[in-house]
């Protein structure tokens, strides 16, 4: 047997590869329907879903596809994604600020690279720890870069606030500061970047990924670098995060500071890859969702229906409530995540 029928054999059970297998379409349909977002969505919904609504869904999503190729996928668990993001964000700012040549998309790119490498850094205890002193590992990284970005003015080019500010967004000589702009220049980079990383998870690095999470010692007795495996895996994850965070700051926040991207935003995202389901594409877009949808759901419950009953302070509890429920629910019942249950649905539904 090859090295690389091995490793797909070690990368998933039969139950999960026949489900692939039949399923091919999951990410392809991710895709076909963001690239429909680009022209349908900014001609019937209004500014303030474009800005409010649907930038932050699309930008956490991108996020949380990061950190799924990481942990849901690789196996290596993170509470850095949020420390990722803003690197990415801060390195973005910065080279669209000292060099203002740059296009757009490089400057995006070029902080994503950033970001990598420093993924690179964060993915090297990975090598001889794993679990929960990796986890602790990454933690100390999240404090680490939001300590720096808050002790050393240069990264915030020495503003007062220590906050960095949007840059106003051109690209080949078109404005994309108007919320259809900043939602179109994420929509196309999250449509770009679902598609690479369904590229990823379905080639031979995928398999080996997946390899080393299911059975990494058998990986290891077949030939399978995990040295090699555990970096590259760092390196897209991180990469995904990097651009992710500068588009949450460009095209949503505005303006934003080192304890934008604390460790809250970091259990956030994995919150989100865990609800919508690890080792899915189509996961991150559902987990994103319920995360910006439900305390919406609620705001708009307690104006109209309970107001004056339900203060703000106890619908905010019941949200977190909801979520921490849903989470046990889902480790316990259906680790998969919510994409499992819509991958079931979509199966028994009739076909013509």
Do not use: C
């Not at 990598?116 to 990975?126: C, I, K, Q």
């Not at 949450?248 to 989100?272: C, K, M, N, P, Q």
């Amino acid at each position: 047997m090859s090295q690389l029928e091995s490793s797909e054999a070690l990368s998933l059970p039969p139950q999960a590869m026949a489900a692939r297998t039949r399923f091919p379409w999951q990410a392809m349909t991710v895709v076909a329907a963001l690239l429909a977002a680009l022209g349908l969505v900014p001609l019937v919904v209004g500014d303030y879903w474009l800005s409010a609504v649907l930038t932050p869904f699309l930008a956490l999503s991108l996020a949380g596809l990061g950190l799924n190729i990481l942990t849901g996928y690789a196996g290596q668990a993170s509470l850095g994604a949020g420390a990722l993001m803003s690197i990415g964000a801060f390195a973005s700012y910065n080279f669209l600020l000292r060099l203002p040549f740059l296009p757009l998309p490089v400057s995006l790119a070029l902080g994503g690279g950033v970001a990598a490498a420093a993924g690179v850094v964060f993915g090297l205890p990975s090598l001889r720890i794993r679990g929960f002193y990796l986890l602790a590992s990454t933690l100390g990284a999240q404090f680490f870069v939001e300590w720096a970005f808050t002790k050393y003015g240069w990264f915030s080019n020495y503003a007062s606030s220590g906050a960095i500010s949007a840059p106003h967004l051109r690209l080949a000589g078109y404005d994309l500061s108007s919320p259809a702009g900043r939602y179109l220049l994420t929509a196309s980079s999250t449509a770009l970047l679902t598609w690479i990383a369904w590229n990823l998870v379905t080639s031979q690095t995928g398999r080996t990924w997946t390899g080393i999470r299911d059975m990494n010692t058998a990986a290891g007795v077949i030939g399978i670098s995990s040295v090699q495996a555990k970096l590259t895996a760092f390196v897209a994850s991180s990469f995904i995060l990097g651009i992710a965070g500068a588009l949450w700051v460009f095209a949503y926040l505005g303006t934003a500071d080192a304890h934008s991207f604390d460790i809250d935003r970091s259990f956030e995202i994995l919150f989100l890859i865990i609800i919508g389901g690890l080792g899915s594409l189509l996961g991150n877009f559902l987990g994103a969702g319920l995360i910006l949808v439900f305390p919406i759901f609620l705001d708009r419950l307690g104006h109209f229906v309970l107001a004056g009953v339900v203060d703000t302070g106890l619908l905010q509890n019941l949200q977190k409530v909801f979520f921490g429920v849903l989470i046990i629910f889902l480790l316990r019942r259906e680790p998969r995540g919510l994409a499992a249950y819509v991958t079931r649905l979509l199966h028994v539904l009739p076909r013509r």
